[in-house]
């Protein structure tokens, strides 16, 4: 099994910075694509950054130039460093993998999420 935990949230000021950070622990075989989503309230979740093993990345139009995803794939961890902070991003964040487990079985994994607060 695949676990995921996040941390790094908090509440900070418009122009601030933050960087989120999620962690995988148990047995597979391997980590394909990783990503970071949010969910404010009211509305849907929507993907923020992901990042493929090979470092190929993907980010949302509204972060592009402020947020950047990367990752380390031997300590298996994902990063989000979130700059230029608006308070449109005030969401809670969610880390999610893709991976294969020994003996071939495709799981996607979520972490609990950590909350983003942004104040004008």
């Known amino acids: 099994q695949v676990q995921l935990v996040e941390s790094g949230g908090g509440s900070v000021q418009a122009g601030e910075s933050l960087r989120l950070s999620c962690a995988a622990s148990g047995i597979s075989l391997s980590i394909h694509d990783m990503g970071w989503y949010r969910q404010a309230p009211g509305k849907q979740r929507e993907l923020v950054a992901a990042i493929t093993s090979g470092g190929s990345t993907d980010y949302a139009d509204s972060v592009k130039g402020r947020f950047t995803i990367s990752r380390d794939n031997a300590k298996e961890t994902v990063w989000l460093q979130m700059n230029s902070l608006k308070p449109e991003d005030t969401a809670r964040y969610y880390c999610?993998?893709?991976?294969?487990?020994?003996?071939?079985?495709?799981?996607?994994?979520w972490g609990q999420g950590t909350l983003v607060t942004v104040s004008s």
């Open positions: 999610n993998a893709d991976a294969t487990l020994l003996g071939g079985r495709r799981l996607e994994v």
